[in-house]
């Protein structure tokens, strides 16, 4: 109940889903966070591929989950790092967006866990655990699936699939 509940206060309005230039919604994020990431020593690279399909979707949504991600990379790299953005298409021809960071990285024990609400490897009062599953739950209103990639002491890969819209031309 507290879960669901939770959800629906993330979740105030509904998406308004249209179709998307995923690449102004990946550069839109990375102006906002850039000069924080500078501050904190994070390099920022973007690789987007010119190919990269439209999807249909919210772009205030979708930008929260880049959001989450790249706030959740720079934790993971207190001392500095390179975190790259990436976003082309699948071999399955849908959109795939790639945040990689050279963090901590993740136990392994902690991967399967990293999406349930509440989970946090946070010091109390630092987190509440509802970033990842928050993220989880907009890119499943898309249609889309996100799965992550993790060595401890080498850095974490987050992959978001989203399908792709078929474009008139």
Known sequence: GIVKNL???THTREATKKPLDLAQVIGDCLKIVGHQLELVNVGVNSEIK???PQVLGDANLLEQVL???VWNAQAAMPKGGSLTVAARPS????AEITVKDTGVGIPRGNLEKIFDPFFTTKEVGKGTGLGLWVVR???EEHQGTIDVKSRVGKGS???VRLPAIETKT
Not at 91 to 94: L, V
Request: charged letters at 15%; proline letters at 5%; glycine letters at 6%.
């Open 7 to 9: 959800l629906a206060y």
């Open 50 to 52: 010119p190919d990269l």
């Open 67 to 69: 959001m989450n991600l």
């Open 91 to 94: 071999t399955e021809g849908d």
């Open 137 to 139: 739950s907009i890119v």
């Open 157 to 159: 890969t987050f992959t």
